[in-house]
C-alpha cells in the first residue's frame, strides 16, 4: 500500500463525502476518463449513505477514513480521539467489508499522540495533500488554473465530493483531469489494497 503516488503520476483525492448529490456526478467523471481516485470519506456521511460508499468501491476507487465528525483530532481528549479515529473504520467495514487503509486527519491537524493513535487501529496517517481550495469556490477558472499550475509528478491533489455546494469542484474536475494528461502525467491510486495506474 503506497501513500504517495507513482512517478510520472498524480493522486486524485476526495474529501469529505459521500454525498448523494456530488459524489455520483464525481464518480461519473472518473469512470469516463477512466481513472481510479481515492475517497477519504466523514464517517457520519459513510453511515447515511451505504449505497454510496459501496459504489466508489465498485467502481474502483479506494475508501478511507476522515474521521467520524470532522473535528481537529489535535484538539480531542482521548477517548473522543479513539471514537473519532475507530468508528469510521467500523462503519465502512460494516458497509464493504473491508477496513480503510489510512485515515486524512481533517484540516491537516496532527501530533504524535495522533498519529500514533490511528496507527494503533491499524491505519496509515495521511496529511492533506496538496490543497486545491475548491471548498472556498473560487471560480471553476480559478481552481482549474491553480491545480494545473501545480500538479507535477508524485503529487497529491485534494478536493472535495461534500459537505457543502461542490458544483465548482464538478465543473473544474474533467479540465483538471485533460490538463494533467496534456502535461503528460498519469494517474494513480494511494491508500489502495491494488493499485491501478491510468496513463
Ligand atoms: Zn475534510
Not at 469516463?32 to 447515511?48: D, L, R
Not at 479515529?85 to 486527519?105: D, F, S
Not at 464538478?170 to 479540465?175: N, S, T, W, Y
Amino acid at each position: 500500500m503506497r501513500t504517495k503516488p507513482l512517478k510520472g503520476t498524480v493522486a486524485l483525492t476526495f474529501d469529505d463525502g459521500p454525498t448523494e448529490i456530488y459524489t455520483p456526478q464525481i464518480l461519473a467523471i472518473l469512470k469516463k476518463y477512466n481513472i481510479k481516485a481515492t475517497f477519504f470519506m466523514v464517517g457520519v456521511n459513510a453511515k447515511n449513505h451505504p449505497d454510496l460508499v459501496r459504489q466508489v468501491l465498485a467502481e474502483g476507487h479506494a475508501v478511507n477514513n476522515h474521521s467520524l465528525t470532522h473535528p481537529m483530532l489535535t484538539k480531542l481528549n482521548n477517548e473522543q480521539l479513539i471514537k473519532e479515529v475507530n468508528m469510521p473504520a467500523v462503519i465502512i467495514n460494516n458497509i464493504i467489508g473491508q477496513k480503510p487503509l489510512c485515515l486524512r486527519y481533517p484540516f491537516g491537524a496532527s501530533n504524535q499522540h495522533v498519529r500514533d493513535v490511528i496507527r494503533q487501529y491499524g491505519m496509515a496517517p495521511v496529511p492533506m495533500g496538496f490543497n486545491s481550495f475548491d471548498y472556498n469556490r473560487p471560480g471553476t477558472d480559478k481552481i482549474v488554473s491553480w491545480v494545473l499550475k501545480n500538479a507535477y509528478s508524485g503529487q497529491v491533489i485534494l478536493m472535495h465530493d461534500g459537505f457543502a455546494k461542490r458544483e465548482q469542484t464538478v465543473e473544474a474536475l474533467p479540465r483538471i483531469i485533460e490538463g494533467i494528461k496534456k502535461k503528460g502525467l498519469g494517474f494513480s491510486q494511494i491508500c489502495a489494497e491494488k493499485t491501478p495506474t491510468t496513463t
